[in-house]
């Protein structure tokens, strides 16, 4: 017993946002206390994608998946070449795939370059990068991210008029990334990266081969549940289970089951905020005419997603509501759960530089927020 208390607090000790969650939920469930409607609202749905996402993209690293992507990748020779690269395809693939699976497909592979090629001390400023790009990336797309998503549900608004009200912001911020990537190799713009043969010249096992089809149909499979929305996404979450269960079980031991917990923490949190009576009433006669403002500052305590489900019943102008909750993943860690993810992959590969991420995220997050927050407010005047 004594043994299992020491593993559990050594584990929250190294997991800072775990801890940070678990104390937010247990602080919530007395200001609403838990029933069945509490449960019910907690997004089993984000959770069940995230633990299919994560279980199969296991498999794509253990049999070198990415392989076709480390090839195309060497073609580049310089650093700010290759980080534009790796930026620019979370921010494009964002727009389909969502924010959270272009940053589980791109920050591996990031780290896996920079590694390969000796440019470790550039990691974490450009993965900063690509948690930006998949912010803003996403924001273009109805279906981008789950905010987007919601928002666009409830607002009744045509797809076409969507992305004409989140083009100029999407384009503003795709030029001010390449201008951070600028000034990041300010310095020596032509600084070269040779990624080493052992990495590029890597084969594909033959015997392998129904392992990477396998986990290539699944994940296929798992992007069509999330473009569709369809409601069979139980019965997937379970098909990938048992199929990964049969192909490799060890992969099933190797999902990031902290991060997974860390958001169920933050949905009963954000769940139990929403259901209590006195905060509604509060919110219902606050958030109207100032909600980019409201969406930005409740997602740094719940994230933008809650955020979003918790301001919409009091919303009148539902594209500042919007930009608010596209905007307000740039503030910090908590912002936007994407984060999060990207957070946890690092931290994963680099044990006990949690502190680091967190200097270096914020530093240049808040440097982009500082410049689009204006042109984002100045839209919220735009409404559908």
Same mark, same amino acid.
């Given at each position: ?37 509490? %449960? &019910? *609202? ?19 690293? $253990? ?30 693939? #964002?727009?389909?795939?969502?924010? *959270? ?22 990691? %974490? ?56 990537? &600028?000034?990041?190799?300010? &310095? ?12 590029? *010249? ?80 509060? %919110?219902?006669? #606050? ?49 936007? %759960? ?17 502190? $680091?991420?967190? &200097? ?25």
């Amino acid at each position: 017993m004594k043994n299992l208390l020491q593993k559990t607090k050594a584990l929250f000790q190294k997991e800072l946002m775990l801890s940070v969650s678990l104390l937010a939920a247990v602080i919530s469930l007395f200001i609403t206390p838990p029933s069945a409607a509490l %449960l &019910k *609202d907690i997004d089993w749905k984000t959770l069940a994608t995230l633990f299919m996402m994560l279980t199969v993209l296991e498999g794509f690293k $253990k049999e070198n998946i990415f392989l076709p992507l480390i090839r195309l990748s060497s073609g580049f020779t310089t650093m700010a070449g290759i980080s534009l690269f790796v930026v620019f395809g979370v921010f494009f693939t #964002s727009m389909f795939v969502t924010n *959270d699976v272009s940053l589980i497909i791109f920050v591996p592979l990031t780290i896996l370059l920079f590694r390969s090629g000796g440019k470790e001390h550039y990691i %974490l400023p450009v993965i900063s990068m690509e948690n930006i790009a998949a912010i803003r990336g996403s924001m273009l797309m109805p279906f981008g991210s789950p905010q987007n998503l919601f928002i666009f549900s409830r607002s009744g608004v045509p797809v076409g008029k969507f992305i004409l009200h989140m083009f100029p912001l999407s384009v503003f911020s795709a030029v001010l990334l390449v201008l951070f990537v &600028k000034f990041l190799y300010r &310095k020596e713009p032509g600084e070269k990266i040779a990624l080493s043969r052992e990495t590029t *010249d890597s084969t594909w096992a033959p015997e392998k081969k129904r392992r990477r089809i396998t986990y290539l149909i699944l994940f296929a499979m798992i992007i069509a549940t999330i473009v569709t929305r369809t409601t069979l996404w139980p019965y997937m979450a379970l098909l990938v289970a048992v199929v990964i269960f049969f192909t490799d079980k060890e992969l099933l031991k190797q999902t990031d089951y902290v991060l997974l917990l860390t958001f169920l923490c933050f949905f009963v949190f954000s769940s139990s905020i929403a259901a209590n009576p006195g905060i509604s009433e509060f %919110l219902k006669g #606050s958030v109207s005419e100032h909600e980019f403002w409201w969406a930005i500052g409740l997602s740094q305590i719940i994230s933008n997603v809650p955020a979003s489900i918790v301001l919409w019943p009091f919303t009148t102008n539902m594209a500042a509501l919007l930009y608010g909750a596209d905007t307000a993943g740039l503030c910090s860690i908590i912002g936007s %759960l994407a984060s999060v993810i990207n957070y946890r992959i690092y931290v994963r590969e680099y044990p006990g530089n949690g502190g $680091k991420f967190l &200097k270096t995220f914020t530093l240049i997050s808040w440097a982009f927020f500082l410049i689009v927050v204006i042109p984002g407010m100045l839209l919220c005047k735009w409404r559908f």
